[in-house]
């Protein structure tokens, strides 16, 4: 290798936008620079009690501009650019938008800028639970099986629903929809200056996992499914994708207007983009058999498993197995649980309700007193309940949780499923429920790795990636008493991004393929949490309860 290759890989996650330059000899770190966006931190365009979640494209330009030339200042400036590759985008999934012929999606257009019909559907919005609905009782009158590379059951969290929902809740923005797009297959055209949808090289990870791309089928199902299903959707097959590209493979280079904004040269080579959990699991360099869970707002748990092992296998209930999703040549398989640091995260709001609504009407405190006791309580608030939960005795009749605050991913997606908490008494205080919560998330995740292995897919070891893998020691050691296994953290801070540089630096020509990338800038694990052996059975026993809890709830909802 020549001494100065840089590359460059976006993470785009459910709150912010990171960016890291990544040195493709040896996977160092020379920047990192993180954007929150600035109107989804507001709430714009947000509805939670509607499960109404929406986000502004400008937050994803303007995200991607400053993170970047951030990240190009901290490492050098001019002299760091000109030694970039290359880029490559990891986004959340199914995260859609309604776009026009020219590939713009509509609230870039100033008639539809305030509209969030007209803006990416982000992945955790379920207003679209009516549409999944139907959508799989219409598959189950057919003799091709249309579900069976995504486990059998399509989610309100994904690509046909959500734009099923749109077009029927917004007669402006159906009319101007002439495609839906993913966020990851977005920003690469974006960045490459692209003009044509019809040009716009989709993501084989997106497709597949969330559209109900197959390569049985010879790409989507066809025009006279949908149109069967609602005569809205008639044409948009047409419009939309039959090849599929995976992320070793280019996209185009770097659009002129784009080398300017970013202070780049149009030789930067652009990559195939993908869902963030898939990235991120070669970012931490994935086994086969190796469950690599990214665990932030939700998980996006991967595993990859050699084509001659997978068989013929269709694995029920989880979100899809797709050839080359994660790494070409090899399937993907995709789970993950709809709330994992948002269950702790609406418990924390629960508890500073009172910080945040009566601190601030303090009349023996100065407004900035208050504000800085305000950020002090809230920055102690997760730890300290961590800290606390970890010092109380285990029994039987201790307070029980369900998961499912955001629904249930897998296995078998349900998101009308609400969550749950048991055993309730005057002695629940809020570290023994914060504890409930957390076996819950754990819980949760045993489902995940029991269904896979109920479906002959072993499950050797754990790999942790994302935040609360990094921050939350409780969290870990609790989920590895209850899967009773190993779990490795990967040391590298921003994953996700990592495995982006990584699929940059294969589609710059620096390696072979993403096996060779891995290993050449992978930067290994640095802390392992290993079961206790005292809190097996206990955990064993837990297990039911919440598999009881969750039975009986979800047929109280079914009735």
Known sequence: ??????????????????????????????????????????????????????????????????????????????????????????????????????????????????????????????????????????????????????????????????????????????????????????????????????????????????????????????????????????????????????????????????????????????????????????????????LSKVMGTSTCDILVVPQEDIDGKLIKGICGQVNGSVIPGMPGLEAGQSAFGDVYAWFKEVLAWPIKNLLRNSTLLDSHTVAALEKELLDQLIPELSKQAALLPKTDDDELALDWLNGRRTPDANQELKGAINNLDLGSDAPRIFRALVEATCFGAKNIVDRFRAEGIPVKGIIGIGGVAKKSPFVMQTMANVLNMPIRIHQFEHTCALGAAMFAAVVAGIYPNVEAAMLGMGSGFDKEYTPEEGTIAYYERRFLQYKALGGFIEASIKK
């Not at 066809?222 to 280019?250: V, Y």
């Open 1 to 290: 290798m020549s001494k100065d290759q840089y590359v460059i890989g976006v993470d785009y996650g459910s709150d912010s936008v990171r960016s890291v330059i990544i040195d493709a000899n040896n996977g160092a770190e020379l920047a990192s620079s993180v954007f929150y966006y600035p109107r989804w931190q507001k709430g714009l365009f947000c509805n939670p009690a509607k499960n109404q979640f929406r986000q502004h494209p400008l937050d994803y330009i303007e995200g991607l501009e400053q993170s970047i030339k951030d990240c190009i200042l901290k490492a050098g400036g001019d002299r760091i650019a000109a030694a970039i590759k290359s880029i490559a985008v990891d986004t959340t999934g199914s995260s859609p938008v309604a776009v026009n012929q020219a590939g713009t999606p509509l609230a870039l257009l100033p008639e539809f800028e305030q509209n969030p019909n007209a803006m990416f559907v982000l992945w955790k919005d379920h207003t679209s639970v009516k549409e999944a609905m139907q959508i799989n009782n219409h598959a189950a009158k057919y003799d091709i099986n249309y579900l069976k590379y995504c486990g059998g059951i399509y989610s309100s969290e994904w690509f046909w629903a959500k734009l099923l929902h749109i077009l029927r809740a917004d007669d402006v923005v159906k009319e101007a929809c002439y495609s839906w797009v993913e966020h990851c297959d977005w920003v690469p055209f974006l960045l490459t200056g692209g003009k044509d949808i019809s040009e716009m090289k989709r993501s084989r990870c997106a497709a597949g996992h969330k559209a109900l791309w197959a390569e049985e089928f010879g790409g989507l199902p066809p025009n006279e499914f949908f149109t069967a299903l609602d005569p809205l959707l008639d044409g948009f097959t047409d419009r939309l994708f039959k090849d599929t590209f995976t992320s070793d493979a280019s996209a185009g280079n770097l659009s002129t207007e784009w080398a300017e904004r970013l202070g780049l040269n149009t030789d930067v080579v652009v990559g195939v983009g993908a869902f963030d959990a898939h990235m991120g699991a070669v970012g931490g360099q994935i086994e086969p058999y190796h």
